[in-house]
């Protein structure tokens, strides 16, 4: 028991005094203490605050004055706090005084540790557990992490903020951290993990709020590593990280990093080397993205956007919801974006997307768009080198890159799927007078397979030093100079796009409508708008340029039809209707 805890005489007869003696704030069960110095004030520092809740097993909270610093010492060390020991605890910020019983969500009390290492360290020992919540917590120039959690410990943070220390917050052994409308921004540079470093299989994260301006050596924004799982959350928001790979994210050894549930943005992201947004390394390492946004990514290096490396796999693919995005049509489905990517001057090789060493790139449902390489570089968009590297896409647009000699590009064994995909308005120099070419390969073993796709307007294809393009099939481009292999339904036509150089859509009427049947390749998904594919067009005859038969219902390219009686007239199968359709 604490010094100074009341007699057993004085514990029996406390209920009858409640009003008149000092004792009448003790919390002997779960209790609301207020640190501050006046009426209604419990304890006068955060240390006595902590003395009083370590009197029970309740869940306590202990709440701060806003616009008070509250010197800890050192490392304000939380150790145990749960129901089998201490008690969960609570320790909030945004009170004006001890009376005040409303919670300002931005009225931030600052927790300052004047030495070195974590400001706020949460731990367990024995077996034990640590159940403790932060809320309008601010923690400055901290020499080491801001905040550490630890063991069997679960911290939520809410509604605060990490700034200006020497990094963020570190998750390990197990631990589980979730933040909600919380910033991390300004840490670092260290050396993994600027604003969150997370290490050890059953470590988990789930991150809500700003992630901005942080740096580090691996993952300015986080650094999820050793089997560590981070769940982004809707509205997660990564800006102007850096790092010298994967300037936003950095994944590695088998962590799991997911986003799901779309709203994910990424601006302004930069690596000096490789991975300019996200860089993924190592077998068993993921990077799953659902309408993702994706904007001014740079590498020095390589992968101005995304890097992976390995046999780590990165996939992109788009949410289930409605947008509208500026320039573009409105989306049943709301696609993942990669956007304004760039390389450093002298670097060549995927200025959007690198693949090395046996990993995997898949791109679905996503808008590639406003890439760019420094003036005269002259690299490439899509990048894959080395046995095993794989770039897979499905319904996907590629499209007003500029300064790029391909928009594919494979060698050394690397292999490209494309399906589905729309490749236009790409150009070899800034003034867009000549036209990038569409695929380029090079080297023994390196293959590519197009599958149901438009490239158009494209200079040629490429296929040097023993690669090739094992099958082509459905295919509308500008020219088949350079394309050599197993070819079929291969026509040289102009697609007849909406409204060209913002809507890649199909006219009604374009030749790519009911072009192809699933014979070759069958879609995993709906369109780049959402749209379903394989509905057939009433009124377009099969066959015409494409396959000539029955079963040619798929359209050509990102962008399936709006065909709003798709199916209906001509078998009496109503069940593509829907009066959502566009």
């Known amino acids: 028991m604490r010094r100074g805890s009341p007699s057993f005489l004085q514990r029996m007869i406390l209920p009858t005094l409640v009003l008149s003696m000092t004792w009448a704030s003790l919390p002997v069960a779960g209790a609301v203490i207020d640190v501050g110095v006046g009426p209604g004030c419990e304890a006068s520092t955060l240390a006595a ?25 050192g490392t304000l060390q939380l150790t145990n706090w749960s129901s089998t020991s201490k008690g969960p605890l609570t320790i909030s910020g945004g009170y004006s005084d001890c009376l005040d019983t409303t919670r ?83 840490n670092g540079p260290t050396t993994s993990g600027g604003g969150v470093f997370c290490t050890d299989p059953g470590s988990e994260v789930f991150l809500q709020g700003v992630i901005r301006s942080n740096e580090a050596t691996n993952g300015g924004g986080i650094a999820i590593v050793n089997g560590c799982e981070a769940v982004l959350q809707p509205t997660v ?23 799901i549930e779309g709203g994910v943005e990424f601006f302004v992201n ?25 904007d001014a990514s740079t590498a020095g290096f390589r992968g101005g956007a995304i890097h992976a490396s390995n046999s780590a796999f990165v996939a992109l693919s788009a949410h289930d919801e409605p947008c509208q995005l500026p320039g573009q049509p409105t989306y049943v489905h709301c696609p993942s974006i990669l956007e304004r990517s760039d390389l450093g001057s002298g670097a060549e090789d995927g200025s959007v997307v690198a693949v090395m060493s046996g990993a995997e790139v898949r791109l679905l449902q996503t808008l590639v768009t406003r890439s760019s390489l420094p003036f ?31 928009a594919f590009h494979a060698e050394d064994g690397a292999e490209i799927y494309i399906a589905m995909t729309t490749v236009t308005e790409n150009y070899f120099d800034f003034n867009g007078n000549v036209f990038s070419e569409g695929v380029r390969l ?74 192809c049947d699933d014979g070759l390749f069958l879609p995993t998904g709906p369109g780049l708008n959402g749209l379903a594919r394989g509905m057939d067009d ?45």
């Open 376 to 406: 005269p570089d002259t690299g490439t968009m899509l990048y894959a080198a080395g046995s095993g590297s794989v770039i897979r896409t499905e319904s996907v647009q590629v499209s007003r890159g500029i300064d790029h000699i391909a």
């Open 237 to 259: 928001d990564f800006r102007s990280n850096e790092a010298l790979t994967g300037g936003a994210i950095f994944a590695d050894s088998g962590s799991v990093v997911s986003g």
């Open 538 to 582: 009433p009124e377009d005859p099969q066959g015409n340029p494409g396959v000539s038969n029955a079963f040619a219902t798929f359209d050509l390219g990102a962008y399936p039809l709006a065909a709003i009686f798709a199916d209906g007239f001509e078998s009496g199968n109503t069940t593509a209707w829907d009066a959502s359709v566009p």
């Open 442 to 515: 090079e080297g023994p073993g390196t293959r590519a397979e197009i599958h149901s796709s438009i490239f158009h307007p494209v200079s040629s294809y490429v296929a040097t030093g023993g690669a090739t393009f094992a099958e082509v099939d459905c295919l509308i481009t500008s020219t088949t100079n350079g394309l050599v292999g197993t070819t079929s339904n291969v026509v040289v036509a102009d697609p007849l796009f909406v409204s060209p150089p913002s809507d890649f859509e199909l006219q009604r009427g374009s030749p790519a409508i009911d072009f």
């Open 104 to 186: 300002e969500p931005t009225g931030f009390a600052e927790i300052e540790n004047p030495g070195s290492g974590p400001t706020i360290l949460i731990d367990t020992t024995g077996g034990n557990t640590s159940l403790v919540t932060l809320e309008t917590i601010e923690v400055v120039f901290a020499d080491g992490r801001g905040i550490a959690v630890e063991g069997n410990s679960t911290v939520s943070v809410v509604d605060s903020v990490v700034l200006l220390s020497s990094a963020g917050v570190a998750v390990s052994g197990g631990a589980s951290f979730t933040m909600s409308n919380t910033t991390l921004q300004g």
């Open 49 to 73: 605050a902590l003395d009083l809740a370590d009197d029970t097993t309740a869940a306590d909270e202990i709440r701060l004055q806003d616009g008070v610093t509250y010197s800890v010492g």
């Open 270 to 294: 930069d690596a000096t080397l490789n991975g300019g947004t996200i860089a993924a390394d190592g077998m068993g390492t993921q990077v799953l993205l659902a309408g993702a946004d994706i």
